[in-house]
């Protein structure tokens, strides 16, 4: 029985292999080469990605948790 190793999260080094923004989706594809994608482009080619990938990892729940900052923030 071969035992499959879980894929670490996602970090801030992780970046999108489409623009180098921070990535959020990671795909895997069946050859076991993966793609990173930012969560403007995983969405761009969700349909695409959804018909080659072995499995889809999303993370990009994470940008709505993220609180906000800039100018108003800092009063």
């Not at 292999?17 to 989706?25: E, F, K, L, N, P």
């Not at 080469?33 to 969405?43: G, T």
């Amino acid at each position: 029985m071969t035992a499959l190793a879980e894929r670490p999260a996602l970090n801030a080094t992780d970046r999108c292999d489409r623009c180098g923004a921070q990535a959020y989706v990671r795909v895997e594809l069946s050859s076991g080469l993966e793609l990173l994608f930012c969560a403007h482009h995983a969405r761009a080619y969700e349909d695409k990605l959804r018909d080659v990938a072995a499995s889809i990892h999303d993370e990009s729940g994470q940008l709505a948790a993220t609180p906000a900052t800039g100018a108003d923030a800092e009063a």
